[in-house]
């Protein structure tokens, strides 16, 4: 347990809302919090919800994304703001996140139907990436599940951990097994050029941010073309978060991003209602141009 606290302390990100923090929260409450998240991991309150990531091209759904949910029996539904802060700093984020990365593969490898498959994107605590046994875990979740390596890729946000030497190997192995990473909540976090261009990403996700203020606000547009250009000629892909009109949609196409997600597409689904969207928004096999 002392390894876990230290890994959690270590590696917490300085710019995550910290919704239980240990200044509001009384000592007994926390822990009365922490055991009730560990529970619900054993007890199987945790769902995943998913959302599609959608061709800016021709529209079809290229990947999709697992967000955690926790059906709390008390409280009713949460969404990851409201426990991940004390998952992270009590180091029960590494039994949710295993829980995620099974649970996601598992699904994950029963939508394989023949046609182009779906990349899997599944979002990494720092605490996560700092555990010397992530690489194992993922090779584990693969493994156990039949899931390709190549369908999965996991979501990183840039935070201290990112500048680590063992984080950045961490990647570097993913990468080795074939597994994809992207740079989520891109430009939020700070040394977003240097993490761009030291670290093994391939894809870029601009921040909701950006795309909610791009049509009002030409600091917004600028930045999310400056990025889309930029990460171009690092041979990098874009998706944009957030996106919820035609107009916002129509403006990203033209900065040139790669792939759209949003609620204008799909909002986050049950696995059963991702799955009938899917059978109905997937890239035939014949116009694909990425093969298994
Ligand atoms: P994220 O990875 O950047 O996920 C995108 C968030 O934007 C999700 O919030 C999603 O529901 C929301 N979203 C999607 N489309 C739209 C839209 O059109 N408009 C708006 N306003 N919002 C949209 P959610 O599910 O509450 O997740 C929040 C954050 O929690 C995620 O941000 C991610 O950083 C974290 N998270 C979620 N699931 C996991 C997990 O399994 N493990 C870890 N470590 N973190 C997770
Ligand atoms: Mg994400
Ligand atoms: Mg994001
Ligand atoms: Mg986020």
Redesign the pocket.
């Known amino acids: 347990q002392a390894d876990v606290a230290m890994y959690a302390a270590k590696a917490a990100g300085k710019n995550r809302v910290q919704f239980f923090s240990p200044a509001l929260l009384q000592l007994d409450d926390r822990a009365a919090a922490e055991a009730e998240l560990r529970a619900a991991v054993a007890d199987g309150q945790l769902v995943?919800?998913y959302?599609p990531v959608v061709s800016a091209v021709d529209g079809r759904c290229t990947a999709v994304?697992?967000?955690?949910?926790w059906h709390h029996p008390v409280r009713g539904l949460l969404?990851?703001?409201e426990f991940?802060g004390l998952a992270e700093e009590t180091g029960a984020?590494l039994e949710?996140?295993e829980w995620?990365l099974r649970s996601a593969c598992a699904d994950a490898a029963g939508w394989d139907d023949g046609s182009t498959p779906v990349a899997l994107h599944?979002?990494?605590?720092p605490v996560?990436l700092a555990h010397p046994q992530f690489v194992d875990l993922v090779r584990a979740a693969l493994a156990g599940t039949g899931l390709a390596a190549d369908r999965l890729v996991v979501?990183v946000?840039e935070t201290t951990v990112l500048d680590s030497p063992a984080v950045s190997a961490t990647l570097d192995e993913l990468v080795g097994l074939g597994v994809g990473v992207a740079l989520?909540?891109f430009g939020t976090g700070y040394s977003a050029l240097t993490t761009l261009r030291s670290l093994p990403i391939g894809i870029v996700?601009i921040?909701?941010s950006f795309v909610?203020g791009a049509l009002t606000r030409t600091a917004d547009a600028a930045v999310v073309e400056a990025i889309v250009q930029m990460a171009g000629r690092l041979g990098l892909a874009t998706v944009a978060?957030?996106?919820?009109s035609a107009e916002q949609e129509a403006f990203l196409r033209m900065a040139g991003i790669t792939a759209l997600?949003?609620?204008?597409y799909l909002?986050?689904a049950p696995v059963a209602e991702f799955g009938r969207w899917l059978a109905g928004n997937r890239r035939p096999a014949s116009d694909g141009e990425l093969t298994p």
């Open positions: 995943l919800a959302q994304e697992a967000l955690v949910r969404g990851p703001d991940l984020v949710l996140g995620v599944v979002n990494a605590s996560q979501e946000t989520d909540d996700k921040d909701k909610a978060e957030g996106v919820e997600q949003g609620f204008r909002r986050p």
